[in-house]
């Protein structure tokens, strides 16, 4: 099993309020290349809110970008699953495997972290 956190290294930031202006503030300290996205994925949420009447989507973005901050505020641990990410496309079933598992649980680790614990 693989680790999902490296408990040797400090967050780079603390962990946000799931709140959008929080969100966009962690998003531009850890991963700003990923504001393009964010705001792409924020307009697509409030736009099927509006579809829905509904403010499931809203609440979906915030936990995704979550996820997302949770991740790219341990470097270690965004340099695993960035890596991981690459290791999919490997011609090595094996590796292919190992690179799927290790993404999935450092996904999972971070939805459990944002979701509380």
């Not at 290349?33 to 989507?57: K, T, W, Y």
């Not at 270690?76 to 090595?92: C, F, G, I, K, M």
């Amino acid at each position: 099993m693989t680790v999902p956190y490296e408990h040797g290294g400090a967050p780079l930031i603390p962990r946000p309020e799931p709140t959008l202006a929080a969100l966009r503030q962690a998003v531009a300290a850890v991963a700003p290349s990923r504001l393009p996205e964010f705001f792409e994925d924020l307009q697509r949420a409030f736009m099927r809110a509006g579809d829905e009447d509904s403010v499931v989507p809203i609440r979906m973005f915030d936990r995704q970008r979550g996820v997302v901050v949770e991740i790219e505020r341990h470097p270690e641990t965004a340099r695993r699953l960035h890596a991981a990410e690459q290791a999919v496309n490997s011609p090595d079933p094996e590796e292919r495997d190992r690179a799927i598992r290790e993404a999935g649980d450092i996904v999972r680790a971070a939805h459990r972290e944002v979701a509380g614990g």
